[in-house]
């Protein structure tokens, strides 16, 4: 085992001694030490109760005949970030969350892992750590929170809060109308109640194999979330005895498994980032192109919020994430061979599994598309790619030409939103919001609120090379790659410029001559850099492209 490098011999005493000195026994020594990841803070609803999680998977290893030991994973709230520099510290957790969960688990020598994380950049950064480091590993998240409930009965969640604001300021709502949805929107504990970034990647986890059924989609308050914490305090147990490994899960069919899944459910457009750098960190390259590929054999099954109007409790009574793959098998999308954490194949663990709601799962002969959630546009705006969330577009702005509305920040745009001067048929185009160039990608959810809340969501397009919450709906594009602050040809684009969006024909394009774009670049000086110290500025050096997963190199 691992853990036998601190433990066996008298050279390790002295480790001993301060293992002693943490209050374990020699008998729990001798067992197997199993790091637990706890993601628990006081600061993010989705992680406020990851203590209850941790403290039940604890139970499960010990019951397994393991010993436990917690030590943390940092996490942002990506709506408390939102509007202000914290988002720029939201995308670049995820490698610090990779990057010291390695450094513990290396310098401690654990023999397996349970990962506990709920929000965003947790359970890719997990997922990162778990192919990096390649011990026994299972991930169990904290769930979804329940949807709120309006005064008058109708139900509600966070991206409706957004949108609130913005038809306050279309005096389209008072204040008190605000206050109603800011009491009501985030009801419990848990990740924010649709199909937005932290409960899209919680389902991925089960899709790719790395987590039990429910993981993604049982409830955060609910007590069968206690049983499936420790079940998987349990599973861990017989993973490590078998020496079932994160790389033995996470092949390459899995990951065109989990794609074909996210798809299929209409995933955050966050997984266009996350999936290649978690593929990355196993050692396969997967780029937007791919994506497209089983996108356009894929058809979209669920309309989740901001899709739709149903909610992650729906899909859970519908049958969750493992209803959605029986689907999918019946057209054969699915590659069934692939080992899981179950320690069972998936086409095994699929087996008895019923779609129980037609309603909130649809039947794969009767989809919302024949096409999956996610679609890439390429043109000589985004010549490598960028990214739109088409199940959660207005069939009007399917196609879409109008002139561009050029804003070099967030701060910008959303003042000109919000001060009226964005009209029907406009483009607005928000850059040097990249990787680099933000630096952290920061997501555009308060501008795409914005604009959907004052009743311009099926008249306005917003294209970026930052990013978007998965709770944003709309033509919004993001993850334009090159990005502006690497030359890309989004920082060269001028007010009144046309811009022709086709997304069935996956293209963006920008209505001016080579001849002209030449001249522009030629002129073109790239800002100084936003931020020149820290955390931020040793980012923005090492990150790459949004279209490679904005991976450090």
Not at 73 to 92: N, T
Not at 229 to 241: F, Q, V, Y
């Amino acid at each position: 085992m691992n853990s036998d490098q601190i433990k066996l011999g008298v050279e390790r005493a002295p480790n001993r001694s301060l293992l002693y000195a943490l209050g374990y026994t020699k008998e729990e020594l001798e067992r197997p030490l199993v790091g637990i990841v706890s993601s628990y803070n006081e600061i993010v609803p989705g992680h406020m109760h990851l203590d209850k999680i941790t403290e039940a998977v604890k139970a499960g290893v010990r019951a397994a005949g393991g010993t436990p030991v917690m030590f943390p994973a940092i996490a942002v709230c990506d709506g408390i970030a939102m509007g202000h520099i914290g988002m720029k510290y939201s995308l670049v957790t995820r490698d610090l969350i990779a990057d010291s969960t390695e450094a513990m688990v290396m310098a401690h020598r654990f023999d397996g892992l349970v990962m506990i994380p709920n929000c965003d950049k947790n359970v890719p950064g997990l997922l990162m750590a778990a192919a990096r480091l390649n011990i026994p590993t299972i991930f169990c998240s904290g769930g979804p929170m329940l949807a709120g409930h309006l005064n008058d009965g109708r139900r509600t969640c966070l991206s409706h809060m957004f949108e609130a604001v913005g038809a306050y300021h279309a005096g389209k709502l008072d204040e008190c109308g605000v206050e109603e949805y800011e009491n009501n929107a985030c009801p419990s504990c848990g990740s924010c109640s649709g199909m937005y970034t932290a409960n899209s990647m919680n389902c991925l986890t089960e899709a790719i194999g790395m987590a039990l059924p429910g993981n993604g989609t049982v409830p955060a308050p609910l007590s069968a979330r206690i049983r499936l914490a420790k079940h998987a305090g349990m599973k861990i147990m017989e993973l490590i005895e078998k020496n079932i490994r994160p790389r033995d899960i996470m092949t390459h069919a899995a990951f065109e498994n989990a794609e074909t899944v996210d798809m299929a459910l209409g995933c955050s457009t966050n997984t266009m980032l996350h999936l290649p750098a978690i593929a990355h960190e196993a050692g396969y390259e997967i780029d937007l192109d791919y994506s497209n590929a089983i996108s356009a054999r894929t058809p979209n099954l669920c309309h989740l919020a901001p899709a739709g109007d149903t909610f992650m409790e729906d899909l859970d009574r519908a049958g969750g994430v493992y209803a959605v793959m029986k689907e999918l098998t019946k057209k054969n999308l699915l590659d069934l061979s692939v080992m899981t954490v179950t320690g069972k194949t998936m086409g095994e663990n699929l087996e008895g599994i019923v779609n129980r709601d037609p309603s909130i799962i649809r039947p794969i002969d009767n989809p919302y598309s024949q096409n999956g959630g996610i679609a890439v546009l390429k043109g000589n705006l985004a010549q490598d790619g960028c990214v739109v969330k088409q199940s959660a577009v207005a069939p009007e702005m399917m196609k879409h030409e109008g002139p561009a509305r050029v804003f070099d920040s967030e701060e910008e745009a959303i003042e000109a939103i919000y001060r009226g001067k964005i009209v029907a048929g406009d483009v607005v185009v928000i850059r040097y919001e990249g990787p680099k160039g933000g630096p952290g990608m920061r997501e555009m959810l308060n501008p795409t609120s914005a604009i959907c809340g004052m009743g311009l969501g099926e008249s306005v397009a917003l294209i970026t090379d930052g990013r978007f919450s998965g709770a944003t709906r709309g033509a919004a594009i993001g993850h334009v790659s090159p990005e502006a602050a690497a030359g890309g040809n989004i920082a060269l684009v001028q007010d009144g410029d046309i811009i022709a969006i086709d997304i069935p024909a996956c293209s963006v394009t920008l209505k001016v001559s080579d001849d002209e774009l030449a001249a522009r670049r030629a002129a073109w000086v790239c800002p100084e850099p936003r931020v020149k110290t820290g955390y931020l500025a040793r980012y923005a050096k090492l990150v790459s492209s949004a279209d490679k997963g904005a991976v450090l190199s």
